[in-house]
């Protein structure tokens, strides 16, 4: 029924067996648990995008948690309607709710499906001996059934009777001799998961927190490693190998990837504070352009000094321009006046009325 999931991860664990049983042997425990491993992080490596676009889309939802948050609070009321305007910022923004759950909708075929391959190297639902295992010939069954880690194999888990995660054909109940290798097993990897939990709950932004999403964040840190604990017991060393690496995966991936985006997210602040500097004017210079509202300024007019400066002609007050008053300029205009007393009378006649005329010719003008 779910063979389009078990081909592909028996094919891939089958080329990993291959390579590191090149090295240590097909029939070792080494060569499976690696190939588990390296199988994990395929699957997390086809992933990868995914995940940073995962990321990407929490960071913008943290960005504008306020307006989520006044949605809500708008529309309180009126679910549908809330539904709706929700939608719409999130449209507005470029993100898809559903893309942060993807790569961890896409985890559990992985994981259901490495877990059926596993049981299905000691198990024949036609009956009689086991000859192949989909990718596995009867040479890589035999493989599998006779690679020992610490005198225990790898389909073993410490209770089996849940066919759903039982591992082999064991008899069903407790099997203690397991539980030295599954059980530091499932210690480390529910520290693992513990830890790749806080780490992403760090990270969210503390303004985008709801009763919701802090009810998820104790789920994370502290049901699931706990579950991972308690039901490991029910998971064969292999499947348990597998848990392990992913979550160390995880764990690497998100360091990686947030000090990433930290650093993109830190370059794009600079660059816009830079623009907004260069933008404005430099420290100590005038602005060149008026304010608002601001009136022209207008140039001051030269105020007349008092030291006897005459003024021009077409000034405000209407006088003709005459020239300053020297010591030389008195005593010509002295003589000029003075009649000359060696001159005949017709000079003197003429004389007289000349300055007669020029005398009303100036009283004119005065008045």
């Given amino acids: ?48 995008k995914p995940f940073v676009n995962q990321v990407r ?56 499906g490495l877990n059926h ?17 989909y990718f596995f010939d ?16 790898l389909g073993d888990a410490i209770y089996t009777g849940v066919d759903m995660v039982s591992g082999g054909n064991a008899a069903t109940g407790f099997h203690w001799g397991v539980a030295p290798v599954a059980i530091p097993l499932m210690i480390v990897a529910s520290i693992a998961t513990h830890l790749t939990a806080r780490h992403s709950v760090q990270r969210q932004n503390p303004e985008s927190a709801t009763p919701q999403t802090a009810m998820m964040n104790k789920l994370t840190m502290y049901i699931f490693p706990l579950g991972v604990l308690i039901f490991g017991a029910l998971f064969p060393i292999g499947l348990l190998f597998y848990w392990l690496a992913n979550n160390g995966w995880t764990l690497m ?7 990433k985006i930290d650093k993109e997210e830190q370059a794009r602040k ?33 105020k007349p000094s008092s030291g ?11 006088f003709a321009q005459t020239a300053p008053v020297t010591a030389e300029n008195k005593d010509a205009k002295t003589a000029s006046a003075e009649p000359s007393t060696n001159g005949s009378k017709e000079n003197g006649a003429d004389a007289t009325e000349l300055i007669s005329d020029s005398t009303k010719k100036s009283g004119r003008k005065r008045r």
């Fill in 308 to 318: 006897g400066q005459v003024k021009k002609a077409g000034s405000p007050h209407g």
């Fill in 253 to 259: 991936q998100q360091r990686l990837v947030y000090t």
């Fill in 117 to 133: 391959v596993l049981r299905m190297f000691t198990i024949n639902p036609y009956g009689g001996p086991k000859t192949e295992n």
């Fill in 138 to 153: 009867e040479a890589g069954v035999k493989s599998y059934v006779s690679a020992k880690l610490f005198g225990t194999n």
């Fill in 270 to 302: 600079e660059a816009e504070k830079e623009k907004r500097a260069n933008l404005g004017p430099k420290p100590g210079q005038k602005p060149t352009a008026p304010r608002p509202g601001q009136k022209p300024v207008q140039q001051k007019r030269n």
């Fill in 1 to 48: 029924m779910l063979d389009f999931i078990y081909y592909p991860v028996s094919f891939i664990l089958w080329c990993w067996h291959k390579v590191f049983g090149l090295v240590f042997g097909e029939a070792n425990a080494v060569s499976w648990v690696l190939a588990i491993i390296f199988l994990t992080f395929t699957v997390r490596g086809i992933m990868f």
């Fill in 57 to 112: 889309s929490m960071k913008k939802m943290q960005d504008f948690a306020p307006e989520m948050k006044k949605i809500q609070k708008k529309y309180s009321n009126d679910r549908q309607r809330q539904a709706m305007e929700m939608q719409k910022l999130q449209k507005e923004h470029g993100v898809n709710p559903l893309g942060s759950c993807l790569p961890m909708l896409l985890q559990i075929p992985v994981f259901i």
